[in-house]
C-alpha cells in the first residue's frame, strides 16, 4: 500500500508514482496539396500484468476530436476510435499539443516542413519556478510544525536556520534533479508498461538513486554506512530506528551536538502519535486543504459517501504535482508520414521501401518536455522540370536551396526569372540559354538560383 510519509517521518523517502492512462495513437498523414489527410486511431490498452478488462477511452477525448473533425468515430475494432480529416497550416489539437505543416512552392518543386509538439510541457522557466515555489511552500509548513513543537527551546533557532536555508536550496536541487533525470530518459522506458518487472524498474530509478544518495551524502544528510539503516527504516512511520534517524539527522544539519539537548529539543519526532497529529494541524489550516475540503463537499453532493480529504493530500499535492512530478509511464503514439522522398532532417525513422518516415514515442502531461516530431523533405515537380530541362535535375538539398532563394526573390526579379525558366525546353543548349540571363549581383539571390540551374544542366 502507498504511504504518502510526511517529512517527520520519512525525511528523504521518495516515492516514484506512475498514473498511467494507457493510452495508444496511431497517427497517418499524407500531403494533399498544400495540406495533409490526418488519420486518427486511438484505444485503450489493456493493463498486461493484472489482466484488468479495458477501461473506457476518455469521454472528453472522443467528444474533442468529435468537434475538431466534424464526425462521429468509426470503430475498425472493439474499442478502438478512429477519425479523418484534411487540414493545412497548423495541426489539430486532437491529442493534446501544437504543430504546424507547411509547403513553400516554387514552380520547380516543393519542401514541406512538418513540426508537431504532443502534450508535455515547453516552460523550462515555469516549471523551475514551480518547483522553486514547491520547495519554499514545503519548508515553510515544517517550519512551521517544527515551531510549534519547539517553542522557545533555545536550539529551535539554528533548527530554523537550517529548515530556512540549505533545507529550501537542497529540496530544490532533488528536485530538479528528477526533472532531468526524466528528461533524459531513454523513450522505450517512458513508454507505457503496464507489466514492467522489478528487475527493469531497478534499473530505471537506480541512477537517479544514486546521484540522490551521492547529492545527500556530500551535504552531511546521510553516511553511507547508514543506507542500509534509512532503508529499513524509510517505510514504517511508526519505528523507533525512524524517530532516531531523523532526530539526528536534524541535530547534525542544525550544529546540536548534545545527545541530551537532541532527545529533548526533538522530543515529538520520536512519539509516533504527536508526530502525526501535529504535522496534520499544521496541515489542516493550510489554504491548500481548505480548498480540497470545498471540493469534497461539492462532490459529495452527488456522492454522499465520498470520504473526506485527509490533511496530508495537502503533503501529498506539493511532493508529487511540484518536487517531484514525474510519471513512470507515458501514453503511446506512432506516427507514419508518407513523404514519398527522404527527408532532408528529421528526428523520425526513414522507412525507403514505404517511403515513409515513422515515430513511435511517449507522449506526458505536465511534468515533461514535450514529445517533439518533425521532418523536413523536398518533392521535386517532375512534369515541370521534364518539360523545360529534359528530366528531374533539381532536388533534394539542391531543391531546398532552390527554393529558398527563389522565394526571397523581389516579385519583379521573380517575374524575370519565372519568364527565363519557362522559356526553357530540352532541345535547346540549356547551358548557353542561362548563362545568357544577366545577373548584376551574382551573389544574390537570382546570381544564386542562376549558379543553381547551371550546375544541374552541366555540360548538357
Known amino acids: 500500500m502507498k504511504r ?4 517527520g ?7 516514484l508514482t506512475g498514473c498511467p492512462e494507457w493510452n495508444r495513437y496511431e497517427l497517418e498523414l499524407k500531403p494533399d496539396g498544400n495540406g495533409f489527410e490526418r488519420q486518427l486511431t486511438s484505444w485503450r490498452e489493456p493493463d498486461g500484468k493484472t489482466r484488468k478488462p479495458n477501461e473506457p477511452f476518455p469521454a472528453e477525448q472522443l467528444a474533442r476530436c468529435e468537434q475538431i473533425y466534424g464526425q462521429s468515430p468509426a470503430t475498425p475494432a472493439p474499442g478502438h476510435f478512429r477519425f479523418g480529416g484534411r487540414f493545412a497550416g497548423k495541426t489539430p489539437q486532437d491529442i493534446g499539443g501544437a504543430g504546424s505543416y507547411t509547403v513553400y512552392d516554387t514552380p520547380m518543386g516543393s519542401i514541406t516542413l512538418y513540426s508537431e509538439r504532443f502534450r508535455g510541457n515547453d516552460d523550462l522557466v515555469g516549471q523551475f519556478e514551480e518547483r522553486g515555489k514547491a520547495a519554499m511552500r514545503l519548508a515553510d509548513l515544517i517550519a512551521r510544525w517544527f515551531e510549534t513543537q519547539m517553542g522557545d527551546d533555545p536550539n529551535w533557532p539554528k533548527v530554523r536556520q537550517f529548515l530556512e536555508g540549505d533545507f529550501v536550496r537542497d529540496l530544490y536541487n532533488l528536485s530538479l534533479y528528477l526533472w532531468v533525470t526524466q528528461v533524459n530518459m ?41 543506507l542500509i539503516l534509512w532503508a529499513k527504516a524509510g517505510g514504517d512511520v511508526t519505528s523507533g530506528q525512524s524517530a532516531r534517524l531523523i532526530q539526528e539527522l536534524v541535530a547534525k544539519k542544525a550544529g546540536i551536538v548534545d545527545e541530551r539537548a537532541v ?4 522530543a515529538f519526532l520520536a512519539d509516533p502519535e504527536r508526530r502525526m497529529d501535529s504535522w496534520n494541524q499544521i496541515l489542516e489550516q493550510t489554504p491548500e486543504y481548505e480548498t480540497l475540503v470545498q471540493a469534497w463537499e461539492e462532490k459529495r453532493k452527488m456522492r454522499p459517501g465520498l470520504p473526506r480529504p485527509t490533511p496530508n493530500e495537502v503533503f501529498a499535492g506539493i511532493i508529487f504535482q511540484g518536487l517531484w512530478r514525474w510519471n513512470l509511464v507515458s501514453d503511446v503514439i506512432k ?4 513523404t514519398g522522398q ?21 507522449i506526458d502531461e505536465g511534468g515533461s ?6 521532418a523536413v523533405w523536398s518533392t521535386p515537380n517532375e ?9 528531374v535535375l533539381i532536388r533534394s538539398d539542391t531543391l531546398a536551396e532552390y527554393v529558398a532563394h527563389y522565394l526571397a526573390l523581389p516579385a519583379e526579379e521573380a517575374g524575370k526569372w519565372d519568364r527565363l525558366v519557362e522559356g526553357l525546353r530540352p532541345e535547346q543548349e540549356l547551358r548557353r540559354a542561362i548563362q545568357a540571363f544577366v545577373v548584376k549581383e551574382p551573389q544574390s539571390d537570382l546570381g544564386t538560383l542562376k549558379r543553381l540551374l547551371l550546375d544541374a544542366v552541366g555540360v548538357r
Not at 545527500?216 to 547508514?226: D, K, N
Not at 506516427?335 to 508518407?338: M, Q, R, S, T
Request: charged fraction near 25%.
Open 342 to 362: 527522404r527527408p532532408l532532417v528529421t528526428n523520425g525513422q526513414w522507412d525507403e521501401q514505404a517511403e515513409r518516415v515513422r515515430w513511435s514515442e511517449p
Open 369 to 374: 518536455l514535450p514529445t517533439h516530431c518533425y
Open 263 to 266: 532527545a529533548e529539543s526533538l
Open 383 to 391: 512534369s515541370f522540370q521534364t518539360e523545360h530541362l529534359g528530366k
Open 335 to 338: 506516427i507514419e508520414l508518407a
Open 186 to 226: 531513454p523513450a522505450d522506458y517512458r513508454q507505457a508498461k503496464s507489466n514492467r518487472d522489478e528487475d527493469e524498474l531497478r534499473t530505471l530509478v537506480a541512477p537517479l538513486i544514486a546521484r540522490v544518495g551521492q547529492y545527500l551524502a556530500e551535504r552531511g544528510y546521510i553516511e553511507p554506512t547508514e
Open 4 to 7: 504518502w510519509l510526511p517529512l
Open 9 to 15: 517521518s520519512g525525511l528523504f523517502v521518495i516515492v
